[in-house]
């Protein structure tokens, strides 16, 4: 028995250096077909959720010199390890519990090194992706360009106009 965990703490530090991020969730009311439909959805960003023991996950972080105390660790924990971009993990976390009735409660997390708190964790996840603030950025470089070309389309409207005009005026 002792030989098992000592196997599944080995697991759990590898899986903690491998990842570039995890988050430390509670669970509630979580049937067999909410998690497997959570496993999915991570999936889908390179994260993966695992249920451990308290015990074993903190010795974990502690023995990966990952210092960290959630602020409430009762109830049954789960860990989501991302192995792509820790805040798309944390949309999903956030997106699945909207979609749940909150049966996910942020603990704490680690994202690009930084331990957060659960509550630091949930606002990182409601800011927008990369991909939305690029969007946000090339709209704001192009709303300027779009009005600087409907002014000059107006301004050569005007000469044309203006040249339209004088050759009726001279062909009369």
Known sequence: MKEEKKLLLREVEEKITASQGFILLRYLGFTAAHSRSFRNNLSGVSAEFEVL??????????SSGVEMDPEDSEGHLGVVFAYGDP????KQVLDF???????????????DNASLSGKEVEAVAKLPSMKELRQQVVGLIAAPMSQVVGIMNSVLSGVISCVDQKAEKTQE
């Open 87 to 90: 805040v798309s993990a944390a």
């Open 97 to 111: 519990n909207k979609q749940h009735n909150d049966s996910l409660v942020f603990l704490a997390g680690r994202i």
């Open 53 to 62: 023991k308290k015990k074993i996950f903190f010795k974990a972080l502690e």
